[in-house]
């Protein structure tokens, strides 16, 4: 499309500020990435003494570094409204986030507005495609106990059970809370037909905003963390010993994602700002783990349920601009989603400063060496 003489000092300026926002990005990462790591080489004997202190003050770096990556969005205009039940209710307990999945900008934007949720990022475990484990991030998931799972029948089963030992051996030991999984099992765009043509031979249902969730890892989750009950007692072992580590998993976050116009903000759009501002939603509903069926056959169908009711929650967003009421209210009520414009700038101090003492530090120890 031809550009015009009055559209071209605008595109010039959108191609600037898009130039210079990948320069901060990339002298961002190499500063706040290196850190990280230098920092958690360095911490390694407080994790031999004292185990929850260490995975303590990763978790809050690791809180830092995606403050750092929600505020690209946040400077580029790209906020969050907030809409369903308040999860800031249940932020010191263990939860699941089911998540539907559009973009790349949907981890950006969890990243966003769950900086204001306590120690929820800072305790939290994600499960994302194994490709990130290849980005720029990938190093400080890897250390911090994410779970990269490959896609595919061929790799399904195997993965589950990585899945199950990863929970095994990460999620308490390192005192995760929260596990935010996106069930569709990839983009909505890929797998779309695939799953229309899936629920057309299994008469299920037919859904165009989201697809049908995959079960495996959702059924795994919830048989390795969830504390069993037998008699009026934990399963497996002495009953006050489990109940001072944990409580289980006690609830399950159906989180729903929208986009104005249906149109998914990716990462490239997060880090470049060419995009004009934008407010994306996320609606939030808390269900009891208690509640959620435990067994494969009923977990399906509980699954499959909260999915058909995204649908209707997205067919409502993309008609009126507005999800839904509850049940018994005449209004929805939406909460704006802020980020401290301080906080960040403290914290990119914080990555340029350490970066810069550590470059000394290296080359100070070079120098002795060589």
Same mark, same amino acid.
């Not at 929850?52 to 580029?76: D, H, N, P, Q």
């Not at 209710?89 to 306590?118: F, P, R, W, Y």
């Given at each position: ?82 809409? !369903? ?5 249940? *932020?010191?307990?263990? =939860? ?6 559009? +973009?790349? &900008? $949907? ?108 079960? !495996? ?5 919830? *048989?390795?963390?969830? =504390? ?6 934990? +399963?497996? &072992? $002495? ?132």
């Amino acid at each position: 499309m031809a550009v015009t003489l009055e559209e071209a000092p605008w595109l010039g300026w959108i191609l600037v500020k898009a130039l210079m926002r990948f320069a901060f990005m990339v002298a961002n990462n190499l500063v706040a990435i290196s850190s990280y790591i230098c920092y958690v080489i360095i911490l390694q004997p407080l994790r031999l003494l004292d185990s929850k202190r260490f995975w303590y003050i990763e978790g809050i770096m690791y809180k830092w570094l995606l403050g750092m990556v929600a505020s690209w969005g946040w400077y580029a205009g790209y906020t969050v409204m907030e809409w !369903g039940d308040d999860i800031k209710a249940v *932020s010191q307990d263990e =939860a699941i986030m089911l998540v539907n999945h559009q +973009a790349t &900008g $949907d981890v950006c934007t969890l990243m966003m507005c769950l900086q204001d949720k306590g120690l929820v990022v800072a305790q939290m475990m994600w499960l994302m495609d194994h490709i990130f484990k290849y980005t720029n991030f990938g190093i400080v998931s890897l250390i911090h106990g994410d779970f990269f799972i490959r896609q595919g029948k061929s790799h399904r089963d195997q993965q589950l059970l990585l899945l199950k030992k990863h929970l095994e051996e990460n999620y308490r030991n390192r005192d995760r809370k929260w596990i935010v999984l996106f069930p569709e099992g990839g983009f909505l765009r890929k797998r779309r037909e695939t799953s229309q043509a899936f629920a057309k031979k299994n008469n299920l249902p037919f859904l165009t905003h989201v697809t049908l969730p995959r079960i !495996g890892a959702t059924n795994i989750i919830l *048989s390795a963390l969830v =504390a069993r009950q037998e008699n009026g007692s934990p +399963a497996g &072992g $002495d009953a006050k010993e489990l109940e001072s580590k944990s409580k289980g998993l006690q609830w399950m976050i159906d989180t729903t994602i929208a986009y104005p116009k249906a149109e998914p903000i990716d990462i490239q759009t997060w880090i470049l700002g060419y995009r004009k501002p934008t407010v994306t939603h996320v609606h939030y509903r808390i269900f009891p783990i208690k509640d959620v069926p435990l067994e494969t056959d009923g977990l399906a169908d509980w699954l499959y349920q909260r999915f058909v009711e995204k649908e209707a929650l997205l067919s409502h967003f993309y008609e009126t601009g507005a999800f839904p009421p509850p049940k018994g209210h005449k209004e929805a009520v939406s909460r704006e989603m802020t980020l401290s414009n301080m906080w960040i700038f403290l914290i990119q101090s914080f990555a340029f400063l350490s970066g810069y003492m550590w470059y000394n530090i290296i080359q100070y120890f070079y120098h002795c060496l060589f």
